[in-house]
């Protein structure tokens, strides 16, 4: 999965030596929360709704209306700008990108090919719908999460699955520090050395079928839940849609 799979190609980017008025219309007409900021072509800094809405009233705030104006005019990005921003390239993963913004608290990075020029932008937007999208939450409303004692137990679990007829949408496994307790003696075969968590989402299944599967599953491994969740009655934001 990598950056240039999902990031925003169609960007826009303000000369250093634009003007604060300017970019704060840029962002209200396009709707965007960042702005990268570029000196002959190449990415300088970026600039964000945030500074944008800090500067205005912390610098202007007592003045008549026409000496904030000015103010404002006078004002230009490289005077606000987040200098040298942190970026990624489009061939780096978006795993990289998602662990970036996270570890130092940013909702977007711009892309830039090895002369710095701007190709693109990747956000938190775009991480969670590739988060939705490897999950297939909008083909599968089951949700199976399990325990296994080894890399090799997906191979049974995924008979298990084909045996019963069962179309898998997606699996997701990784072997880390149990999170989840094990709790009581339900599952004699619990290694806590070897264990991966499993989550598997698969197609609507008659309830027969269903109970067939889990009985079995649940004599092989550890069941941590089962859920069924409908996503086309999703609660929705009144008034106007969130901007990114």
């Known amino acids: 999965m990598l950056v240039k799979d999902w990031m925003s190609e169609h960007v826009i980017t303000l000369d250093e030596n634009t003007s604060i008025i300017k970019a704060l219309q840029v962002l209200k007409e396009h709707k965007i929360r960042r702005l990268p900021i570029t000196r002959g072509g190449k990415l300088v800094g970026i600039v964000t709704d945030r500074d944008l809405k800090e500067v205005a009233p912390s610098k202007v705030s007592v003045m008549e209306l026409h000496e904030q104006y000015y103010l404002l005019s006078e004002l230009k990005l490289k005077d606000i700008m987040t200098k040298d921003p942190i970026t990624v390239y489009p ?102 050395r070897k264990a991966r968590y499993v989550f598997v989402r698969f197609s609507k299944t008659e309830p027969k079928v269903l109970e067939n599967l889990l009985s079995e599953l649940k004599e092989r491994f550890y069941m941590l839940y089962h859920k069924v969740e409908d996503i086309h009655q999703l609660p929705r934001k009144r008034g106007a849609s969130e901007e990114e």
Do not use: C
Request: aromatic share 10%; no cysteine; glycine share 6%.
């Open 91 to 192: 061939d780096d993963t978006v795993e990289y990108a998602a662990v970036l913004m996270l570890e130092n608290k940013i909702s977007g990075l711009p892309v830039i090919d090895r002369e710095r020029r701007v190709v693109g932008i990747i956000t938190q937007t775009d991480i969670f719908k590739l988060f939705v999208k490897i999950t297939g939450v909008y083909h599968s409303p089951e949700q199976l999460a399990l325990i296994i004692n080894s890399v090799e137990d997906l191979s049974s679990l995924i008979s298990i699955f084909i045996k019963h007829g069962i179309t898998i949408y997606s699996i997701l496994t990784w072997k880390e520090e149990m999170a989840f307790p094990v709790e009581g003696e339900g599952w004699q075969a619990f290694d806590e």
